[in-house]
């Protein structure tokens, strides 16, 4: 399929952009079926807005520091850990974790 340079219409600025034919071949590699709504420069200040440049709605997730159990090495847990129990880093977590059956 051939594709041709299209001119739409911003919907959050009004302003014109162009919808390239690349830009259109990509969208089409994809299998996105709907033109883009927004500028690059609203979609670059709609993900800023959202705190992430990953895409909507997908926000990093808080991690918390802490040391591993087993061997002492600092780590990152996507939850904050608890007095008493222990944390591993993902190393000593393979060694300990209970084997999963499929």
Do not use: H, I, W
Request: charged share 30%.
């Amino acid at each position: 399929m051939s594709f041709v340079d299209k001119s739409l219409k911003c919907s959050e600025c009004g302003a014109d952009f162009t919808f390239t034919a690349s830009e259109q071949e990509f969208f089409a590699e994809k299998g996105y079926t709907n033109e883009p709504k927004r500028c690059q420069v609203c979609r670059a200040a709609r993900k800023a807005q959202n705190g992430n440049s990953s895409g909507y709605g997908q926000s990093r997730r808080q991690m918390y520091p802490a040391t591993c159990s087993d061997c002492g090495k600092s780590t990152e847990l996507p939850f904050e850990p608890r007095d008493g129990r222990p944390v591993y880093c993902r190393e000593c977590y393979s060694k300990v974790k209970p084997a999963t059956r499929y």
